[in-house]
């Protein structure tokens, strides 16, 4: 099992411009989230998704949008990207109801909006 | 307002020493805490979970202390090698709560050195 895969690893973008970044999980998780990781902040919980076409927003949700078509996917959009949004974006999944939910990270993209 | 605060921010230690890092959280009614541990330039993974009856569990080197009366969890690591260096975050799981009851601490940035 490759366990959560993220793409891209690194990004720069422009202010404005938009962009897609790629979560995928082959441990059939109904669970999806994704978290966003600030220098000295704990995760902030941006969007998650307790299965495929259910999505819900987190704390941060401003600025972004997600979609779950698929078990396996789950993207997140940033559709005009703000200095704000320069951060380390994670993607995590866990079973439904599983050892107090123990979530399963992917590597991170690190994102820089300039 | 829930929070995990973590003690201390930032810690350097010789290789073979032991350590204890510190989680003091406010969130409620608790259902569980887990102790994650990050590589830097990875994705947190999972170390051990504490529910509300387990004083004590270890795994390997790393043993979590829970006071569910006091609200403290304690991560000591012993006989430190250079692949603990790492961040270590603390993670409180509130009871009954969806997918967004996560509180997460802001780490303990460990260092072990020759």
């Known amino acids: 099992n490759a366990g959560v895969t993220q793409t891209p690893k690194f990004r720069i973008l422009k202010i404005g411009q938009s962009m897609t970044l790629q979560c995928t999980q082959d441990?059939?998780?109904?669970?999806m989230y994704w978290y966003r990781q600030d220098p000295g902040m704990g995760l902030k919980l941006i969007y998650y998704s307790v299965g495929a076409g259910i999505t819900d927003k987190g704390e941060v949700p401003n600025g972004y949008n997600v979609s779950r078509s698929t078990t396996e996917d789950f993207p997140l959009r940033l559709e005009l990207a703000a200095p704000s949004q320069t951060s380390v974006y994670f993607c995590?999944?866990?079973?439904?109801?599983?050892?107090?939910?123990?979530?399963?990270f992917g590597p991170g993209t690190r994102l820089t909006v300039t | 307002k829930n929070q995990v605060e973590q003690s201390p921010q930032s810690l350097i230690i010789l290789e073979g020493k032991n350590c204890t890092l510190q989680?003091?959280?406010?969130?409620?009614?608790?259902?569980?805490l887990r102790w994650y541990k990050q590589d830097t330039g990875r994705g947190p993974v999972s170390l051990t979970i504490?529910?509300?009856?387990?004083n004590t569990k270890s795994n390997g080197r790393y043993t979590a202390t829970l006071d569910a009366d006091t609200k403290q969890s304690s991560l000591h690591i012993t006989a430190s090698q250079l692949s603990d260096s790492a961040s270590y975050i603390c993670?409180?799981?509130?009871?009954?709560?969806?997918?967004?009851?996560?509180?997460f601490g802001t780490g303990t940035r460990l260092q072990v050195t020759l």
């Open positions: 993670v409180v799981s509130q009871e009954g709560g969806t997918a967004s009851k996560l509180t």
């Open positions: 441990m059939n998780h109904n669970y």
């Open positions: 504490m529910t509300f009856s387990e």
């Open positions: 989680c003091n959280y406010t969130v409620s009614p608790f259902s569980n």
């Open positions: 995590a999944s866990s079973y439904s109801r599983d050892r107090g939910r123990e979530q399963y």
